[in-house]
């Protein structure tokens, strides 16, 4: 599995199966096929799409072209291609796996996820601009309850799943987190572990479930020290879940 760059922070995920390659949100048609050039014996037959934004789907239309790939993508989202259309329980078929279509929105009110469990390795999870290592997406066309719920049910897949997002934004996520919640040790050994890594060069991706719900804040915006640091900055004590974690949300909006 690559974590194929792209732009400035976004990783285009490429599996390989024997001969066959799939492709997840490919906003970026040349990455996809400098890299293809240099593994001539592989064949583009699949791409899972998590949203309709332009940075996870702008390599659609010339990649079908040039490959003749199939696209899998969200049921209430329009994409720049012809594709087949995934809901919440929806199966796609590709290779030995057999990924399983979770409804997501928050981010975009249409976004989907796609996990699978290969056999005899942890899960995985493509998961978009949803769930992000030490941090979540923006609220862009869903409201804070959708987010909410949408995290909930990615924090209920195993806990070795391997979380492949599609952004590159863990250090500033940690940073704020760190604000979030200074004295929980796991974060600091986690954003140790992140900060040697970005400093040679790799990505801090696929992230662990189990470590995300160890250190993520939108994870854990249940939590009673993270209630407490939640309330101190907006003054006031939140009436519900939903409205703690919109706090949570706008406060990571602002923050430097
Ligand atoms: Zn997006
Ligand atoms: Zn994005």
């Known amino acids: 599995m690559t974590p194929l760059p792209a732009f400035a922070d976004n990783y285009i995920w490429l599996l390989q199966h024997q001969q066959r390659l799939l492709a997840v949100d490919p906003g970026d048609a040349q990455a996809v096929l400098q890299w293809l050039a240099h593994e001539p014996d592989l064949q583009l037959d699949a791409i899972l799409v998590t949203h309709h934004h332009a940075d996870h789907t702008g390599g659609l239309s010339e990649l079908v072209q040039a490959t003749g790939a199939r696209v899998y993508g969200p049921a209430l989202e329009k994409l720049p291609v012809a594709h087949t259309p995934v809901v919440q329980g929806d199966e796609v078929l590709w290779g030995a796996l057999r990924w399983q279509v979770l409804d997501v929105p928050g981010h975009t009110a249409g976004h989907v996820a796609y996990w699978a469990q290969p056999e005899g390795e942890s899960p995985l999870l493509f998961c978009g601009d949803t769930l992000f290592s030490g941090g ?70 696929p992230a662990r479930l189990g470590q ?41 909006n602002g923050f430097k």
């Open 136 to 205: 979540c997406g923006r609220l862009f066309e869903g409201t804070a309850a959708q987010m909410l719920a949408s995290l909930d049910t990615l924090a209920h897949l195993p806990a070795d799943t391997r979380v492949c997002c599609a952004h590159e934004y863990t250090l500033s996520n940690l940073r704020f987190a760190h604000a979030v919640e200074p004295g929980n040790a796991q974060l600091q050994a986690y954003e140790q572990h992140c900060l040697a890594l970005r400093g040679q060069g790799q990505a801090t991706l």
């Open 212 to 252: 995300e719900r160890d250190i993520n804040p939108f994870l854990r915006s249940r939590e009673p020290a993270v209630r407490a640091a939640i309330a101190k900055f907006t003054g006031q004590v939140a009436q519900d879940d939903a409205q703690a974690f919109a706090q949570l949300r706008e406060w990571k």
